[in-house]
């Protein structure tokens, strides 16, 4: 059995309860060395046998998946954030199929709640956005030509891109000729709920600027891992509407409003 496992952003306590115990009880555990942090795998059992997938191309996880298959051993394969984003698990678990392989999924917190806590922010503001694009700037892997930036900027929600921060100059030409204005509130967040985690708050003119500051590199003078939010949703300054959910005057499913409340 393979279990595809969640293992957050950083912060070794954001894995979840079930992706903790599924890795205890590995007998083989593979996992992103890239952005997965080690702390994690502290919780493995003495005896498991730990592989590194970042020296690792697809053809060698794979055959350890069919040698687990074949001694009946359980693997824990761990990835950064949540698998369903960005997390390269479509192409694992197509083989898996194809050798009659058991797998499950264990989500985990995305990278871009993470950066949400860390901007002490909510993404959706009433009378603002309602809506969150969760997409990447073009890079060495092609995006389809409906979902260039300049097209999603369009819509004016809150944007949260992954796998962009080499290229913060190509951002901010998309969006802004996509329609956002250029002091767009636009916030960079390295390294969300590790220890070192910054946060460089900005404009959309400006993002380039906000990858030449002494946040956005590490010891070794590399880039660090980082998500790039734009949108008006993440300005504390930004007026927006009170959620009607807990306005006393609103009827829901639990409770009956007040004619005679009136809202803030």
């Not at 996992?31 to 970042?54: F, H, M, Q, T, W």
Request: with cysteine.
């Amino acid at each position: 059995m393979v279990h595809f496992i969640g293992a957050g952003p950083g912060d070794p306590e954001l894995i979840t309860r079930k992706g903790a115990r599924l890795l205890r009880e590995a007998e083989i555990v593979i996992y992103a060395g890239s952005l997965v942090n080690p702390a994690l795998l502290e919780e493995c059992r003495p005896d498991a046998r730990i592989y590194d997938s970042k020296d690792m191309n697809l053809d060698e996880v794979c055959a350890l998946y069919l040698e687990a298959a074949q001694s009946g051993a359980n693997v824990a394969r761990l990835h950064t954030g949540d698998p369903s984003l960005y997390g390269a698990i479509r192409e694992q678990m197509n083989f898996l199929k194809a050798h009659s392989i058991d797998y499950d999924v264990c989500p985990g917190v995305s990278a871009f709640c993470g950066a949400a806590a860390a901007l002490q922010t909510e993404y959706t503001l009433p009378g603002v956005t309602q809506t969150v694009i969760i997409s990447r700037a073009e890079g060495r892997t092609p995006v389809p030509e409906r979902e260039q930036l300049a097209k999603l900027a369009a819509h004016q929600a809150t944007m949260v891109l992954f796998l962009s921060a080499t290229l913060a100059d190509k951002v901010k030409t998309e969006l802004l000729a996509g329609g956002y204005p250029e002091n767009t509130p636009t916030a960079v967040v390295f390294r969300a709920s590790w220890p070192d985690e910054r946060v460089v708050r900005t404009t959309l003119a400006k993002l380039p600027e906000a990858f030449e500051t002494p946040e956005a590199r590490n010891e070794a003078g590399r880039l660090k891992p980082a998500l790039i939010i734009v949108g008006r949703a993440i300005c504390d300054a930004t007026i927006y509407e009170a959620s009607k959910l807990y306005d006393p005057g609103f009827t829901t499913a639990f409770r009956q409003g007040s004619t005679s409340a009136s809202s803030k």
